[in-house]
């Protein structure tokens, strides 16, 4: 067995290198935020409340997604627009549009 005190401390260039990993895993997992061409499906809305440490349970789409959009700092207004939204960079825009109220 290999004592703690002789692994040497990771160097700055080395701790620089091991964050730049850890960040792309990160957007691998869950992708930034950003304007959907199409609609999400459950599995990705998912995916992403996952990423954002957000367990789905059995919470309907609706539910989700503002969850989401909330835990990311962003008004939870999904389904709330009425086919009019002013939030240009929100990734549940294309299908949030379709709902009328």
């Known amino acids: ?7 040497p401390a990771l160097s700055l260039e080395n701790q620089a290198v091991g964050a730049a990993i850890i960040e792309n895993e990160r957007r691998l997992i869950m992708p930034e935020t950003r304007v959907a061409e199409k609609s999400l ?9 996952k990423g954002l440490g957000i367990n789905p349970g059995k919470m309907n789409k609706t539910e989700l997604i503002r969850t989401v959009q909330a835990a990311e700092g962003y008004s939870p207004c999904y389904g709330k627009s ?5 939030h240009t960079d929100c990734c549940f825009r294309a299908d949030c549009l379709k709902i009328r109220l």
């Open 41 to 49: 499906t459950m599995t990705e809305i998912r995916i992403k409340a």
């Open 1 to 7: 067995m290999i004592s703690r005190a002789k692994i």
């Open 82 to 86: 009425n086919g009019q939204c002013p």
